[in-house]
C-alpha cells in the first residue's frame, strides 16, 4: 500500500492509453493498466517499473462485470486506493445499420459504453470512501457529429458523453468530478490499418491544422484533467481535434 494517487486506464497497452499510463506515472500516479491482451499491459508495467514508477498490469474484459469488480478490487488490495478513472478501451468497427450484424453491435456497445457503465459503478463507492475522485471517459468526434458507415460507433460515444454528464451530476457532490474526451484522428492501434494516402486525403480535407494528432498530446488533456488544476471542471467534453468541430473545413 501506498500513499501516492491511484489510477486505472483500461485500454492501457496501447495508443491513448499506454501515453496516458506513462505520463501519469511520471506525475508520482500508481497505475493500474488494463488491456484485453495482458501481455501488452505487461509491456507497459515494464516501462513504468524500469522508469522508477508502480504499476500492475491486469487482462481483463471491460465489458464483464465480474471482471471489472475484480480490476477495482485488484487495485485497492495492491495499492489501498483508487483516485482517477480513464475508461479509454474500445473498439471502432465500420457498417451502416444495415451492413453490421447485432454481434458487431452488441461487441461495440458493450465495450464503448457498457465497460464505462461497470468501471464508474465498481470505482465510485471506493472514490467515495476516499472523499473524492476523477473519471474520465474517452468518446470521439463520431460522438458529437457521426460520419458515415460507423453506426454503432457513433451510437456508443454518443452514449458515452451523456453518461458522462449523467455521472458528474449524480457524484458532484461526493467530490467525484467526471469528463470526456473526444480525440479525432489519432495514429494508434485502430487507426494503423488506413492507408496512408487515405489518411491524408481525410485530414487535408476535414482538418484545418496540419499534422496528424499524437497520442501524447491527448495524455497532456488527460493529465490536467485528472489534476487539481482542473477540480471545478466536470460534465464537459474536450474535443482534441485540430479543428474538425470548428465548423465545415475543405
Not at 505520463?23 to 508495467?45: C, I, M
Not at 481483463?60 to 495492491?78: C, F, G, H, L, N
Not at 470512501?129 to 460515444?157: Q, W
Not at 482538418?207 to 493529465?223: C, D, F, R, S, T
Request: charged fraction near 20%; aromatic fraction near 6%; hydrophobic fraction near 45%.
Amino acid at each position: 500500500m501506498i500513499d501516492q494517487r491511484v489510477a486505472i486506464v483500461t485500454g492501457g497497452g496501447s495508443g491513448i492509453g499506454r501515453a496516458s499510463c506513462l505520463a501519469l506515472a511520471r506525475q508520482g500516479v500508481a497505475v493500474v493498466v488494463v488491456n484485453r491482451t495482458l501481455s501488452k499491459a505487461e509491456t507497459v508495467v515494464s516501462e513504468i517499473l524500469n522508469d522508477g514508477g508502480h504499476a500492475l498490469a491486469i487482462g481483463a474484459d471491460v465489458a464483464q462485470s465480474a471482471d471489472v469488480e475484480k480490476i477495482v478490487a485488484a487495485a485497492v488490495r495492491t495499492f489501498g486506493r483508487l483516485d482517477i478513472l480513464f475508461n479509454n478501451a474500445g473498439i471502432s468497427p465500420s457498417g451502416a445499420v444495415t451492413e453490421i450484424s447485432e454481434q458487431e453491435w452488441d461487441e461495440c456497445l458493450n465495450i464503448d459504453l457498457k465497460s464505462v457503465f461497470l468501471g464508474s459503478k465498481f470505482a465510485i463507492p471506493e472514490m467515495q470512501k476516499r472523499g473524492g475522485g476523477v473519471i474520465l471517459n474517452t468518446a470521439g468526434t463520431f460522438g458529437i457529429r457521426p460520419a458515415k458507415n460507423k453506426a454503432a460507433y457513433a451510437a456508443a460515444k454518443a452514449g458515452v458523453i451523456n453518461l458522462t454528464r449523467s455521472i458528474a451530476l449524480d457524484y458532484a457532490r461526493s467530490r467525484i468530478r467526471c469528463n470526456a474526451i473526444c480525440p479525432g484522428y489519432i495514429e494508434t492501434p485502430l487507426t494503423e490499418g488506413v492507408p496512408p494516402q487515405d489518411r491524408d486525403a481525410f485530414l487535408n480535407q476535414y482538418q484545418p491544422l496540419n499534422g496528424v494528432i499524437q497520442a501524447e498530446e491527448v495524455a497532456a488533456m488527460v493529465l490536467y484533467l485528472c489534476s487539481d488544476s482542473a477540480r471545478m471542471i466536470t460534465g464537459q467534453t474536450f474535443v482534441i481535434d485540430g479543428g474538425q468541430q470548428a465548423g465545415i473545413f475543405q
